[in-house]
């Protein structure tokens, strides 16, 4: 007998509803929530170009244990158009004029991504979703779909920003190497730019308070992380921070304006949803997270997205060999 949440995310396939499965850092219970357009509950998408915002609203979202995570659903995918990704020889000739760029000018970091293809070989999203989980216990984990026209998958291990209450938090978190590596000036100057822009936004709050610097794990990654928090009055509108933040020097680079459209200008296809953030709004408590480690999924292939901030030390190289690495976070997870 089908337990009341596969009914539900059955339902929802059969019935070509929106859902959003997920699962928060740190926490063990999985939840549901699929489209009843209550406007409670709500589940934000929003694009790094700022151009796109979807939600899902759901008035009573399902808890799932994780032994209930056997599903073997059919989803209904589009077919990807025709997809050229970008070669390791291109993609290397672009770090390197993003380096020129940074000695050149103002601009202290970029991040430049692309996208790797994988031919869709009937992966079971179910069953892929929960190795993320197992894997990436410190990331949101996700199964978004959007009937004919979004499915996406992801374990972002970044916080944009909790509201809770009168308090608000986010973190810095950049520089990525493996555990056996040592830090370089490069992956700390990285962080310190995105910790420094954090806190300039946070600067008119009270009570701010700013972490010191430690290395967290993410899958097989460490990267750099610094915690920040400040109190908001009672009348503050949380979506002007949020505006404020997004993209963050992590995702788009600094100074803001300058970086972004360097990226338009040269990294040669629409991000959509990678690098924008996902938002899960409850009436208590408010959760935004920037979207990284993600993949678009098609009937007939996987779009995996992967980046790394590039600043005037970076080399070109070794930006190629950690994108292939950070691909692994679904590349390794899919079955």
Sequence with gaps: MKSKSS???????????????????????????????????????HSFDSKIEKNISDENPIQISQNELQFDLNLKLKTAEKSNPISKENHEKLIQKT???????????????????IENQKYNLFKTFQNLIQNHPNALVYLWHHPDEETWLGATPELLLNQTGNQVQTVSLAGTKLPENNWTQKEIDEQKFVTDYISAQFSDLENLKIS???????????????????????????????????????????????AFDFIWENEGYNREFYTGFIG?????????????????????????????GITAESNPEKEWEETELKSGTIGNALV
């Design 99 to 117: 380096v020129d760029k940074i000695q050149n000018s103002e601009i202290q970091k970029i991040v430049i991504s692309r996208i790797k293809v």
């Design 7 to 45: 009914n539900k995310l059955a339902n929802a396939i059969q019935e070509n509803l929106s859902f959003f499965l997920y699962r928060k850092p740190n926490e063990t219970s999985v939840w549901l929530n699929v489209q009843d357009n209550s406007g409670q509950n709500k589940i934000l998408f």
């Design 280 to 308: 899960i709004e409850k009436e208590n408590m408010k959760d935004y997270f920037v979207n990284l480690r993600c993949a678009q999924i098609f009937q007939n292939q996987i779009q995996i997205y992967v980046g790394g």
């Design 212 to 258: 010191e610097t430690e290395t967290i794990q993410a899958g097989k990654f460490q990267h750099l992380k610094t915690y920040i928090s400040a109190e908001i009055p009672n009348d503050f509108d949380v979506k002007n921070l949020i505006q404020n933040l997004h993209p963050t020097p992590a995702v788009c680079g600094l100074p803001k304006k300058e």
